[in-house]
């Protein structure tokens, strides 16, 4: 029984010898870690600084400043975004603003180099009229809307600003605007016709 008992004992300090001073099973590789993206904007999209506000938070031992920051971008080729980036610094409140339009950026229908037709935008106390215009007429419009126009590609426009002055109101109220524009195309798959023939009768209610 003795010689038994010591045989086991011994293989019970050889199991644990082996599993403390064995080899570890081998991992799998490790898959290879993809580059960071750096921050910033898509080097296709231009930015324009609408404007800049200081913010001052009063506390309990003064005054605490921030920056926020309205940045408009686009491809000058029918797309177009705003964003509202915060921040204690300028330069990163105009990164934050910039990241976050080129995220929600919206397609614009342009034909011609104008807008398809004459349409209303409204926001809080901004309203933007928008016309379309001919050939060699350029952007009329000035500040945000000018800025918005000319991202978006649109080449001949004709622009009024009903009310407000707030540039805020003004973008939102400008991509009001811009988002119920509805191309010829988009009009003729709604109404299931041709758009040959909306085109034609668009010409001869002009002419």
Do not use: W
Not at 120 to 135: D, Q, S, T, V, Y
Not at 153 to 173: D, E, F, Q, W, Y
Not at 174 to 194: H, I, M, Q
């Amino acid at each position: 029984m003795s010689e038994e008992n010591n045989n086991e004992i011994e293989n019970e300090t050889e199991g644990k010898a082996d599993k403390k001073g064995g080899k570890r099973p081998q991992r799998a590789p490790r898959a290879e870690k993809k580059p960071a993206e750096k921050d910033g904007l898509n080097p296709d999209l231009e930015e324009r600084v609408v404007a800049v506000n200081r913010v001052a938070k009063v506390v309990k031992g003064g005054r605490r400043f921030s920056f926020a920051a309205l940045i408009v971008v686009g491809d000058k080729n029918g797309k177009v975004g705003y964003g509202l980036g915060k921040a204690k610094e300028v330069p990163d409140a105009i990164r934050k603003a910039g990241m976050k339009a080129s995220k929600r950026m919206i397609k614009v229908s342009i034909e011609n180099g104008t807008i398809p037709h004459e349409v209303l935008g409204l926001f809080g106390a901004g309203e933007i009229l928008l016309k379309p215009a001919g050939e060699g007429t350029g952007i009329k419009a000035a500040g945000a809307c000018r800025s918005i126009l000319e991202l978006a590609g649109v080449k001949n426009v004709l622009t009024k600003s009903v009310r407000g002055s707030n540039p805020h109101n003004v973008v939102k109220a400008t991509f009001k605007a811009l988002k119920n524009l509805r191309s010829l195309d988009e009009v003729a798959n709604v109404r299931g016709v041709n758009a040959k023939g909306l085109r034609m009768k668009a010409k001869a209610a002009k002419a």
